[in-house]
């Protein structure tokens, strides 16, 4: 597609339910990044992926989170038991190849709301 | 965690002004971009800045980089209303983007 599309753009769910959100990249890159951002705050980094391999997943908070990309495109950012606290606005982005240097492409984001 | 703080958190301006927005970072960097946010949700590659460069322009925006002082700034000349966001500087590492906390800017007519 033109661009990175989220989906969904919004969620509600129950406090203890299982969600998942879905990134689809710009076709053709490798690079492959999940973000959280809280209210009045900047995005955090969650987890980078370098083709299908999660190359960097030091910013997941919790092990209720969890991150795939099967087949080196989409990516589902995966929460278990979700809390209050994960209440945000979850942003991917892609970028060509990653690295130090290269442009992030992001998406709307999911507005994820626990209640 | 947050890398940097901009500087201000919030600035309103009339549109025609110049607004300069700056961020302080606290680690060694590889580049420094900006991103624009509109109504908290996707975010716009604005430019970036290498380690090495001192300062860069793109249209109506120029950005400098002090590496000594872990500082950047980003300029918008003759602002709009439609300049209107939030405006992050992020650093960069090979793997992710550390943003800041962000300066909401609003331009009124």
């Known amino acids: 597609g033109a661009g990175v599309s989220q989906t969904p753009s919004n969620k509600v769910t129950e406090k203890g339910k299982y969600v998942e959100l879905r990134c689809d990249p710009i076709?053709?890159?490798?690079?492959l990044y999940w973000y959280r951002q809280s209210l009045g705050q900047g995005p955090e980094f969650l987890i980078y992926?370098?083709?299908?391999?999660?190359?960097?997943d030091s910013g997941l908070p919790n092990d209720r989170f969890f991150a795939v990309r099967p087949e080196g495109s989409v990516s589902t950012l995966k929460i278990q038991r979700t809390e209050r606290g994960d209440s945000a606005v979850y942003l991917c982005?892609?970028?060509?190849?990653?690295?130090?240097?290269?442009?992030?492409?992001f998406g709307q984001g999911t507005r994820l709301t626990v209640v | 965690s947050q890398q940097g703080e901009e500087d201000p958190q919030a600035l309103s301006i009339q549109e025609g002004e110049n607004a300069t927005m700056n961020c302080s970072y606290k680690t060694s960097i590889n580049n420094l971009q900006w991103y624009r946010q509109n109504s908290g949700r996707g975010l716009v590659h604005l430019i970036l800045?290498?380690?090495?460069?001192r300062e860069k322009h793109s249209g109506r925006l120029r950005v400098t980089l002090d590496t000594s002082k872990k500082s950047s700034s980003l300029l918008i000349t003759a602002s709009r209303a439609a300049d209107t966001a939030s405006y992050f500087c992020?650093?960069?590492?090979?793997?992710?983007?550390?943003f800041g906390t962000g300066t909401r800017l609003q331009v009124t007519l």
């Open positions: 982005a892609s970028s060509l190849t990653g690295g130090v240097n290269t442009e992030a492409f």
């Open positions: 992926f370098q083709g299908t391999g999660a190359a960097d």
């Open positions: 992020a650093t960069g590492t090979a793997s992710k983007l550390t």
């Open positions: 076709s053709g890159h490798t690079a």
């Open positions: 800045i290498r380690s090495n460069e």
